[in-house]
């Protein structure tokens, strides 16, 4: 097995003297996500703290009334054995007021869980969001990054449900402190050290649990990558565009093995935490059961010797177990509330990534009708040693037509990418129409260019959707989706399928239709034909699935529609190629031949070599 799935160091926690600052310091985002589920809904936000209230001063009401009720019983069997007489009242009103406080404090408990439920769906779908409208400002680079990848991985992951996660241990917290507080009016009335009993006895865990959630969410943020993968995996072996090849080359047992052993060491990792944490939950939790027995034994022993009576033995030993209970609950509810923020971090450390500013502001160029330049254009990808393009230069005026010529990777694609201003140059500039493409509006830039990229996408959508993602402006408008796939050569297929444009295209949605390569190339061909006002045609590869007929097709409609437009074509068919006004040959990311056909041709390098070998197996 690859070394790459190895087990690897779990990152060691920061030193002593620092973990009491780091705890308290991940407390940080606790009011940015009281803000976010603020900002979500008040209505429910408001209703949340109002049964926290009604849920935290009920109990020790009750257990007060408890007393009440037993004193009476007390009372009252005394009167009965003194008089002979039965007096009903001063009792039942106890246990009326009783019922009706427990019925208070089930209605909170039902407000608490109903508020929650519904704060969970809106606050998730809030989180998501914002997770996906971050996505939308973040550049190809990043995405590109696979530390980057990680942070959405985690932030996708987990963050999405630990905002409510928090405001809702938030709540018990204050619903326990509430308790607390009125059940140590009542206790402190027996003794105070009844107080420091209570809280002796749930200190361990709460150390216990702050201390394993720490190491829970450093093997969290370690093991990203694996889970990344088991993901990616996952999708190959279960996928409708993967499962041909994986099939044809018995790929199966190879994959699965890798997914297991992936697996096997998140196991082992999470099995020895699991062990770790529960063992010491346990043993640590004995103290606190100690405590409360030995609380137990005094207020027995202070009954029998007559210091208390029988209904405020009834009381305190339910108010010293109901608030050695809250008391356990505060502390867990810190230690999740510590956890939470821990993973919140990774929501935050995401939403926070840095954007570039977008500077540029023109919607027209200094020279209209300049055309697009290239200037001494160099790009090398982030965290690469090798640049992609050296020193490029380059014209295309309206009306004209540039090819690209060259082996896989020589840095073609590259260039459109920067073109379309998913990259920026290393050096150099880029100019359209006399213009540094960094001071236009990148909104005003990207809709002057229609391009269809080799690895175009398959849209699981209707067939007109797929057809109006070209140009959202027109997304809906069936008169351009039937226009464009005129052009694209996708009317006759389309009109073929079962409802048209309104066909569910992919398997992945009930009543799909899968096309083939060439005519899912088709639909991206007449995507990009979408933007009728593009003055900047790029295509990659655009025919590479195509029937020739359907390839010499394209090319005829192609000719007619971009005389004032400007072109540029990437293709390895020299059939097409020779029909643009200039063609350059890229190797290693530079220009090593440029011209038309004929000079190039006359030129006898590398242009000519390949055109004779291609036209060659045409013999």
Same mark, same amino acid.
């Given at each position: ?130 997770? +996906? ?121 190879? =994959? ?85 923020? +821990? ?154 399928? @079962? ?5 569910? +295209? ?32 790029? =295509?990659?590869? @655009? ?77």
């Amino acid at each position: 097995m690859s070394s790459s799935y190895s087990r690897t160091a779990i990152p060691t926690p920061p030193p002593a003297g620092n973990r009491l600052g780091a705890f308290f310091g991940v407390f940080r985002y606790s009011r940015r996500a009281l803000a976010l589920v603020w900002q979500t809904s008040r209505p429910l936000t408001v209703g949340l703290a109002v049964c926290t209230l009604v849920a935290g001063i009920l109990p020790a009401v009750a257990a007060w009334i408890g007393q009440l009720i037993v004193d009476s019983v007390v009372d009252a069997m005394a009167h009965h054995r003194d008089t002979g007489e039965v007096e009903w009242w001063p009792v039942l009103r106890y246990v009326m007021a009783e019922g009706g406080v427990i019925a208070a404090i089930a209605m909170a408990q039902r407000g608490l869980s109903g508020q929650q439920s519904l704060l969970r769906a809106l606050l998730g779908q809030k989180v998501n969001v914002m997770i +996906l409208e971050k996505a939308g400002t973040l550049s190809l680079a990043q995405f590109e990054d696979s530390e980057f990848y990680d942070k959405l991985t985690r932030a996708r992951r987990e963050a999405s449900i630990r905002p409510l996660g928090l405001v809702n241990k938030t709540f018990s917290l204050m619903q326990n402190a509430i308790s607390l507080l009125s059940f140590g009016v009542l206790l402190v009335q027996f003794s105070p050290w009844a107080i420091l009993i209570l809280m002796v006895g749930a200190l361990p865990v709460f150390a216990s649990e702050a201390k394993f959630s720490g190491d829970a969410f450093r093997l969290f943020r370690w093991r990203s990558p694996q889970t990344r993968m088991q993901m990616y995996l996952e999708t190959v072996m279960a996928r409708e565009d993967s499962i041909k090849e994986v099939k044809l080359f018995g790929l199966e047992p190879l =994959l699965l093995s890798r997914y297991r052993t992936i697996f096997d060491t998140l196991y082992g990792e999470d099995r020895r935490l699991t062990i770790r944490r529960e063992t010491w939950g346990f043993f640590l939790g004995l103290l606190g059961t100690l405590a409360f027995y030995g609380a137990y034994a005094w207020v027995v022993v202070e009954t029998v010797t007559g210091q208390l009576t029988l209904g405020e033995m009834t009381m305190y030993l339910m108010v010293f177990k109901q608030g050695q209970a809250a008391f356990s609950a505060s502390l867990t509810s810190i230690s999740g509330m510590y956890e939470d923020n +821990l993973y919140l971090s990774n929501l935050y450390e995401y939403l926070e990534q840095p954007v570039a500013a977008e500077q540029g502001t023109l919607t027209q160029g200094a020279r209209p009708g300049d055309g697009i330049r290239f200037e001494g254009v160099s790009f090398t990808y982030p965290g690469a040693d090798k640049p992609a393009l050296i020193r490029i230069s380059l014209h295309v005026t309206p009306g004209g037509s540039l090819a690209l010529v060259g082996a896989n990777g020589s840095g073609k694609t590259t260039l459109i990418k920067l073109l379309t201003r998913l990259y920026e140059p290393s050096e150099g500039r880029i100019l359209l129409d006399g213009s540094d493409l960094r001071d236009w509006d990148v909104q005003t830039l990207r809709r002057r260019i229609g391009v269809i990229f080799q690895d175009f996408v398959r849209y699981q959508m209707k067939v007109g959707e797929n057809l109006g993602a070209g140009d959202v402006a027109s997304f809906e408008d069936e008169a351009r989706w039937q226009q464009a796939a005129r052009r694209g050569l996708a009317e006759e297929f389309i009109d073929a399928m @079962p409802k048209g444009y309104h066909t569910q +295209l992919g398997r992945w949605f009930k009543g799909g239709q899968e096309l083939s390569g060439g005519q899912w190339q088709k639909i991206a061909l007449s995507r990009a034909y979408m933007r009728e006002s593009a003055d900047i045609l790029v =295509l990659d590869e @655009p025919t590479a699935a195509m029937d020739a007929a359907a390839e010499a097709a394209v090319y005829d409609d192609f000719r007619q529609h971009s005389r004032d437009k400007m072109t540029i074509l990437i293709s390895h068919r020299f059939s097409t190629v020779r029909a643009a006004d200039h063609i350059l040959v890229i190797d290693g990311g530079e220009i090593i031949e440029q011209g038309n056909h004929e000079t190039l041709l006359a030129a006898n390098g590398r242009y000519a070599r390949l055109f004779r070998l291609q036209a060659k197996g045409y013999r």
